[in-house]
């Protein structure tokens, strides 16, 4: 399985951006995706996942009602629509699949997008 996460860029505080990753391999339905992010010199956070056909969706504290995980499985597609955005969501974004839910966790990263926020 390959991840492509895309999508990042600078915005303004209180501004949008949509994160996409584009899956590769295995299959894109069966796996639970997620986002997480890390931020310089802290510890990678979690921020959403999804299961595999979209019926259950769980969120960080710090980003419930901003922001929306969802997926196109028809497009092996995962994305994340931020909104409002503070700058304490300045990180790396990074989408991971759990191929095998239930066993050992995430076991695919992408390689991260950057997304920074000004105040």
């Known amino acids: 399985v390959q991840l492509q996460a895309s999508g990042g860029g600078l915005v303004q505080a209180g501004g949008s951006l949509r994160l996409s990753c584009a899956a590769s391999?295995?299959?894109?339905?069966?796996?639970?995706m997620g986002w997480f992010r890390q931020a310089p010199g802290k510890e990678r956070e979690f921020v959403a996942s999804?299961?595999?056909?979209?019926?259950?969706?769980h969120y960080g504290d710090s980003v419930k009602g901003r922001f929306t995980i969802s997926r196109d499985n028809a497009k092996n597609r995962l994305y994340l629509q931020m909104n409002s955005l503070k700058p304490e969501d300045t990180a790396v974004y990074y989408c991971?699949?759990?191929?095998?839910?239930?066993?050992?966790?995430?076991?695919?990263w992408g390689q991260g997008t950057q997304v920074t926020v000004s105040s």
């Open positions: 391999g295995g299959t894109f339905s069966n796996s639970v």
């Open positions: 991971a699949a759990d191929t095998s839910p239930g066993t050992v966790g995430y076991d695919y």
């Open positions: 999804i299961s595999g056909y979209g019926t259950s969706t």
